[in-house]
Every structure is written in structure tokens, then in C-alpha cells.
């Protein structure tokens, strides 16, 4: 099993981004770049993950399917920032502005 820092190195030497790994795996590239730098510890899973990730992105790469699917996902993700803008921009729209309210102060006698 490979160190955080040699599969750092295997990435590098790749070329490879923390989100193009991550594109072909089930670990995010948080988690990736965590491992990288030793603040979270290597295991199985996280290992065969992060290097499933780079291999898979290599043989994208490969066939000629990488630069597609990069740009497929930067489709989606645009298209998701621009529904979550008019949605935000049709809410405070609809949104009015709450009247003031004044509490009457309720102070009980106490002087008995």
C-alpha cells in the first residue's frame, strides 16, 4: 500500500488534478488532498479509491474521453449555479418585508 505522499507523487507525476482523480472515484477530493498531506490517515479503501481515481482518469485520458466528461461536468455544475440564482432571486422577490411588532410589557404587581 502507497503512502499518502507517494500517492501525491503518483498524481503529480500523472498530471492529474485532486478533482480529476476524484471525477473517477467514491472519495472527494477534500478527502484526497487529506490524505496527501498525512492529516488523515491511509486505508484500504481510501487507497484502492484514490488510485482507482488515477488510473481511471489516466485511461480517460487515454481514450480520448477525459477532456468530454471535464467539460460535460462544467456544463452541469453551470447550470445548477444558474438555477440556484433565479431560484434565490425568485424568493426575495416574493419575499415582503414583516411589519414591526411592539410588545406591550406585562409587569405584575408584586407589591402586596
Avoid at 474521453?65 to 431560484?87: G, N
Wanted: charged share 35%; with cysteine; net charge positive.
Amino acid at each position: 500500500m502507497l503512502s499518502g505522499v507517494d500517492l501525491k507523487e503518483y498524481r503529480l507525476f500523472r498530471n492529474l488534478s485532486l478533482r480529476d482523480v476524484a471525477r473517477y472515484c467514491d472519495v472527494s477530493h477534500e478527502l484526497i488532498g487529506k490524505v496527501e498531506n498525512g492529516e488523515v490517515g491511509v486505508t484500504q479503501y481510501n487507497h484502492d479509491q484514490i488510485v482507482k481515481g488515477i488510473n481511471g482518469a489516466v485511461q480517460a485520458i487515454t481514450d480520448g474521453t477525459f477532456d468530454a466528461l471535464k467539460e460535460a461536468e462544467s456544463q452541469k455544475i453551470k447550470e445548477e449555479r444558474e438555477k440556484l440564482k433565479a431560484k434565490k432571486e425568485t424568493s426575495s422577490k416574493n419575499t415582503t418585508a414583516k411589519k414591526p411588532t411592539t410588545r406591550k410589557s406585562t409587569k405584575t404587581d408584586t407589591s402586596k
